[in-house]
């Protein structure tokens, strides 16, 4: 059964910065294509961000050139770095990873991440 912890999130003023980290186990991480997703308050689970197995990345447009997604294949980690933060960003932030073998899909608990100040 995989498993996904993430961690990082915590309380920034507007204008700082975060770093989400999500550790894998139970699973081939190598194979997995992740993600990471948000929601906030009263809106539903939207993408910020995903990188494939070999490496290759995707924004949505509210986060280019603020976030950067990452991933360390001999750590079973996933990362987000985000910069520039603004009080929209407030949300809580989950990891996916999503099976490119079979399509099996697994989420992480989330984490919360508020800018405010």
């Known amino acids: 059964q995989v498993q996904l912890v993430e961690s990082g999130g915590g309380l920034v003023q507007p204008g700082g910065s975060l770093r989400l980290s999500c550790a894998a186990s139970?699973?081939?991480?190598?194979?997995?294509?992740m993600g990471w997703y948000r929601q906030a308050p009263g809106k539903q689970r939207e993408l910020v961000a995903s990188?494939?197995?070999?490496?290759?990345?995707n924004y949505v447009d509210f986060v280019k050139g603020r976030f950067t997604i990452s991933r360390d294949n001999t750590k079973n980690t996933v990362y987000l770095q985000m910069h520039s933060l603004k009080p929209e960003d407030t949300a809580v932030y989950y990891c996916?990873?999503?099976?490119?073998?079979?399509?099996?899909?697994?989420w992480g608990q989330g984490t919360q991440d508020t800018v405010s100040s």
């Open positions: 996916n990873a999503y099976d490119t073998y079979n399509g099996d899909e697994h």
């Open positions: 990188i494939t197995p070999d490496g290759r990345t």
């Open positions: 139970g699973g081939i991480f190598s194979i997995y294509a």
